[in-house]
């Protein structure tokens, strides 16, 4: 069975021949250029089983594109994680969003939500990490002219479609890798996604239980209303979190 640092390999290379069309001017890819980081995350907190694997959709610009860490703003992965690594720009960097690497100093809304939950409510990194995995389904960032975002859902069928079928393959194998009995879906696609793709492991007795948690990203209005309140009671709703967990969520944002 192939480990999480084979697996980005392998899906590196099968999703280096795809190309993409307009809107999309630049695609970034941070099992490349980020490797450095993505290998250290997946070393120190990626491998082995879990209870449950997050499971998000692709890299934001000032998070997973700046150190290869899912969510992982840059001061947030060297204060949560303990993890810092040289990271190269990409082959074709958009001028509007420029990859710093560890010396980026925007902001990730989501990725802070993120790491403030682990940190309030599970006790941080090691505790959180003892119980669950997180990855993105797609490791791959799109971007407009404009320098909007473009999520991978959006694109074209038939750029969607290769790119679906090398994400689905390794989403199965981290599956496999990490044998949780849960995979929760970090947004409403990425539940979906995890819905068609793992069903055929119904048959060798290997699918997992399948729920969502709200999506972390400002440009969610509910997210907005307290989102590591309502992700903790989601969670709780699964048995995945504690009475004494929603109750510690309650005061998590005000304090990240």
């Known amino acids: ?64 594109a700046q150190t290869g860490v899912p969510f992982g703003q840059p001061q947030l992965v060297r204060a949560a994680l303990g993890i810092e690594a040289p990271i190269g ?8 969003r420029p990859v710093l690497g560890f010396g980026c100093t925007r902001r990730d809304i989501g990725g802070e939500r993120v790491w403030g939950w682990v ?6 990194a ?8 997180i990855i993105n389904y797609c490791p791959l960032s799109f971007m407009e002219a404009s320098g909007r975002n473009r999520t991978p859902d959006k694109l ?32 409403a696609f990425a539940e979906k996604r995890a819905r068609r793709v793992l069903a055929p492991l119904a048959e060798t007795g290997e699918l997992p239980r399948i729920g969502r948690i709200l999506h972390p990203s400002p440009a969610s ?8 309140p309502q992700a903790t009671a989601q969670l709780a709703a699964l ?6 967990q929603v109750a510690a969520a309650g005061g998590s944002e005000a304090r990240s």
Not at 27 to 46: F, I, N, S
Not at 51 to 57: D, F, H, P, T, Y
Not at 119 to 124: L, N, S
Not at 221 to 226: D, S, V
């Open 156 to 187: 074209p069928i038939a750029e969607r479609r290769p790119l679906f079928e090398a994400c689905d393959r390794a989403l199965i194998e981290r599956v496999r890798h990490h044998a949780p009995a849960w995979v929760i879906g970090i947004g």
């Open 89 to 96: 720009p990409p082959a074709d960097a958009h001028p509007k």
């Open 239 to 244: 048995g995945l979190a504690s009475a004494d």
């Open 1 to 64: 069975m192939p480990t999480p640092v084979e697996i980005a390999l392998s899906l590196r290379e099968w999703l280096a021949p795809l190309r993409f069309g307009p809107p999309v001017t630049h695609v970034y890819q941070p099992l490349d250029y980020a490797w450095a980081g993505h290998r250290a995350w997946l070393e120190r907190y990626g491998t082995g089983p879990r209870e449950a694997l997050l499971l998000g959709m692709n890299p934001g610009p000032w998070g997973m």
């Open 221 to 228: 209005p509910l997210a907005n209303r307290g989102w590591a």
């Open 126 to 133: 090691e505790a959180f990490f003892a119980r669950f995995a």
């Open 119 to 124: 940190r309030d409510v599970f006790g941080g």
